[in-house]
């Protein structure tokens, strides 16, 4: 009996120990990737991608002040206050104490922090330029050694997947968003926004995005020297590098869905609003001259 409480007794303190990474030492890692450099910059374009996004599901049946709901709740929804507290806190969840010493020591390394930099430079790339980069109309230095290379940490770091996921967790968060905001039954908008996400689904999305993002990795890595991609294809294959780009992406992923439900949540209150005023509008007496004094 002392045996078996003895190793219970291991055990528990070295799962502890594993897994415990606090909301700083997430939070110091998040500002060691400037995660919020690279999100931010991609904040200020999204009311009007949600206003194209609106349109297109809607077949053009939203009214102009629906659809100026949507640009001026997702100012509201898409922020970076809003974007970090949940993502950080899903950083520190998903990660253990190794995982986050090596993201730290690989962050904070030559090849990290160029790695870094290379990423917030693509991230502060307007939307003309980056369609130019994933359309290949801008070239990238290309090489058999180096074209290997990129597959391989495309492949690592499940850049497709991330960008696949993303898509749907903010569809998913403004259906959601917006049936509560709207007193509607967010359980149906769920079931409804899973539907819309299935396998076939996901592997439409991930075919179309394959190429446009292997084409900006390439354009966003193009001043790494082949050592540099090395060093970060090395960290991205080894057990702490999987771990920490796992739980960066379920971070991203926890960021954008808390944005997508904030969104959402004030596009329903807003269209609900309109709506009242709209019903207002219709049941109100017509006065007449013999109503006039």
Not at 6 to 28: N, R
Not at 65 to 82: C, K, M, N, P, Y
Request: glycine share 6%; net charge neutral; aromatic share 4%.
């Amino acid at each position: 009996m002392l045996r078996l409480g003895l190793l219970l007794l291991l055990c528990a303190s070295a799962g502890a120990a594993e897994a415990e990474v606090g909301f700083d030492t997430a939070a110091t890692i998040n500002q060691a990737a400037q995660v919020r450099a690279q999100v931010r910059a991609s904040l200020g374009s999204m009311p009007e991608k949600m206003r194209r996004l609106y349109s297109a599901d809607d077949s053009g049946s939203l009214s102009e002040d629906q659809l100026a709901a949507v640009e001026s709740s997702a100012t509201r929804g898409f922020r970076i206050d809003v974007f970090e507290p949940a993502a950080i806190a899903a950083l520190a969840a998903g990660l253990d104490a190794y995982s986050a010493k090596a993201a730290l020591e690989f962050l904070h390394s030559p090849p990290g922090q160029l790695t870094v930099a290379a990423d917030v430079a693509l991230a502060m790339q307007d939307e003309a330029a980056l369609d130019k980069i994933s359309s290949g109309e801008v070239a990238a230095p290309a090489s058999a050694e180096r074209d290997a290379i990129l597959d391989k940490i495309a492949v690592a770091s499940h850049a497709v997947d991330s960008a696949v996921q993303i898509y749907l967790v903010i569809a998913r968060a403004l259906a959601i968003g917006t049936a509560i905001g709207g007193g509607l039954d967010p359980i149906a908008a769920d079931q409804r926004a899973a539907k819309n996400s299935d396998a076939a689904v996901r592997a439409t999305l991930a075919q179309r995005m394959k190429q446009p993002l292997r084409r900006s990795l390439a354009y966003g890595y193009r001043d790494l020297s082949l050592t540099d991609l090395r060093n970060l294809l090395a960290f991205l294959e080894s057990k702490g590098g999987k771990n920490y780009t796992l739980a960066s992406i379920a971070a991203i992923n926890a960021g954008f869905d808390a944005m997508g439900r904030r969104c959402g949540e004030r596009i329903g209150e807003r269209w609900r609003e309109l709506a009242v005023a709209q019903r207002a509008r219709t049941t109100r007496p017509a006065t007449t001259s013999a109503d006039t004094p």
